[in-house]
């Protein structure tokens, strides 16, 4: 156990998510994401979890520790439902709840349709599959930047 770190950050988690740089993508998904074969195709190659926790949890631990990209208009974005790209189901609302938490301010996460999400989750750095049930517990966060110290 760590002082100050949310404890659902596994040491392979705390590990991607230190590695990776300005720009690059972290995926979480739910259960039913073809999560294992998707990150054989990421930057890291293999996949991470954070089981028994819902995609909110894992979202509050993973913002907690993880700037969002300022530069870019899609840093925060959520898997559309087939069929209904509007609705936002309760999952997606609870997720969203913790980005505009941690990030102060409202911070709309932007849809993405279903098998776009699928390319941008084969491109990005790593995939962390939550223990979620709920369908469309899918995001995709772009890592920002860590500013200097006020002097």
């Known amino acids: 156990m760590l002082k100050g770190i949310n404890p659902l950050l596994n040491a392979e988690v705390l590990g991607a998510l230190r590695a990776m740089g300005h720009g690059d993508d972290l995926i979480i998904a739910d259960t039913n994401f073809p999560a294992d074969s998707i990150a054989r195709q990421t930057s890291l190659g ?67 349709e279903r098998h776009a999400f699928y390319e941008r989750a084969k491109k990005a750095y790593c995939v962390i599959q939550t223990g979620e049930r709920r369908f469309y517990g899918c995001f995709a966060f772009r890592k920002g930047v860590v500013p200097p110290d006020a002097e």
């Open 46 to 112: 293999k996949l991470l979890r954070i089981d028994n926790t819902t995609s909110a949890e894992v979202a509050a631990a993973v913002l907690s520790v993880y700037p969002l990209d300022t530069f870019v208009d899609d840093a925060a974005a959520r898997m559309e439902i087939v069929g209904n790209p509007d609705e936002i189901p309760p999952v997606q609302h609870e997720v969203q709840a913790k980005v505009d938490a941690a990030e102060g301010k409202s911070w709309p996460l932007l849809p993405i």
